[in-house]
């Protein structure tokens, strides 16, 4: 669990057009994500490498870009937590941060790395929504809200729109902060990031991966014509 300083505002109608911007910044991300899976696992297959090339290629990829942001290599969850921590970022490092993770996940899983998405989904929504709030508070200082608490709301609305799965998003987040206050907020804009993402993704990241693997794996099955 975790101890977010949700700020002096109290969640009203006031607050609908700020929770529909962040909700719509984490939506518009996760659209990107889910159709970059397939993109580069596509792309990937068309490679005429060996499998060891293309992940040694992938990595090299990694590797420069971590020269110029080093963050990319720490785990997903932790920088979640450092985020929701209230770990001090500049808005362009939590931006740089989010689209690292945002190109380079789908990236290195076309290639053939093991991993996930639901952590790199966590960290993209943490920093969009982090770098959310600390906007907000800077154009608008008498919100009163912190960009932690955006933080929170951004990961429910990436998760629901990533994975077409509003509750799983909601209940996740609300799980980890266990304030009242908060459930809300949660649930309307994991309801909003998914109804959003439905209509531009044609799959979640899950569907879209396991029929993207299966064609690549029967592609690579099939014999060759005589």
């Given at each position: 669990?975790?101890?977010?300083?949700?700020?002096?505002a109290s969640w009203n109608g006031s607050l609908a057009l700020y929770?529909?911007?962040?909700?719509?910044?984490?939506?518009?991300?996760?659209?990107?994500?889910?159709?970059?899976?397939?993109?580069?696992?596509?792309?990937?297959?068309r490679v005429a490498l060996p499998y060891w090339a293309k992940t040694?290629?992938?990595?090299?990829?990694?590797?420069?870009?971590?020269?110029?942001?080093?963050?990319?290599?720490?785990?997903?969850?932790?920088?979640?937590?450092?985020?929701?921590?209230?770990?001090?970022?500049?808005?362009?490092?939590?931006?740089?941060?989010?689209?690292?993770?945002?190109?380079?996940?789908?990236?290195?899983?076309?290639?053939?790395?093991?991993?996930?998405?639901?952590?790199?989904?966590?960290?993209?929504?943490?920093?969009?929504?982090?770098?959310?709030?600390?906007?907000?508070?800077?154009?608008?200082?008498?919100?009163?809200?912190?960009?932690?608490?955006?933080?929170?709301?951004?990961?429910?609305?990436?998760?629901?729109?990533?994975?077409?799965?509003?509750?799983?998003?909601?209940?996740?987040?609300?799980?980890?902060?266990?304030?009242?206050?908060?459930?809300?907020?949660?649930?309307?804009?994991?309801?909003?990031?998914?109804?959003?993402?439905?209509?531009?993704?044609?799959?979640?990241?899950?569907?879209?991966?396991?029929?993207?693997?299966?064609?690549?794996?029967?592609?690579?099955?099939?014999?060759?014509?005589?």
């Amino acid at each position: 669990q975790f101890a977010i300083g949700v700020g002096s505002a109290s969640w009203n109608g006031s607050l609908a057009l700020y929770l529909l911007g962040v909700t719509l910044l984490a939506t518009l991300a996760a659209v990107a994500f889910v159709n970059l899976l397939p993109w580069f696992r596509g792309f990937w297959t068309r490679v005429a490498l060996p499998y060891w090339a293309k992940t040694g290629l992938a990595g090299l990829v990694v590797g420069i870009v971590a020269i110029w942001r080093p963050e990319v290599l720490i785990p997903s969850v932790t920088e979640m937590e450092r985020i929701f921590a209230g770990a001090h970022a500049s808005i362009g490092a939590l931006l740089a941060l989010a689209i690292a993770k945002l190109v380079l996940t789908p990236w290195s899983l076309g290639a053939g790395f093991a991993g996930g998405a639901i952590g790199p989904a966590m960290a993209i929504g943490a920093a969009l929504g982090a770098a959310f709030g600390q906007i907000v508070n800077v154009l608008f200082p008498g919100v009163g809200v912190t960009p932690e608490t955006w933080a929170v709301v951004a990961v429910a609305a990436m998760l629901a729109a990533t994975f077409h799965a509003p509750l799983f998003g909601a209940m996740m987040m609300y799980e980890m902060v266990s304030d009242y206050r908060m459930l809300a907020p949660l649930l309307l804009a994991s309801a909003i990031a998914y109804g959003v993402a439905m209509r531009f993704q044609p799959g979640s990241a899950f569907t879209l991966w396991l029929s993207t693997t299966s064609s690549a794996a029967q592609a690579q099955e099939r014999p060759a014509p005589e």
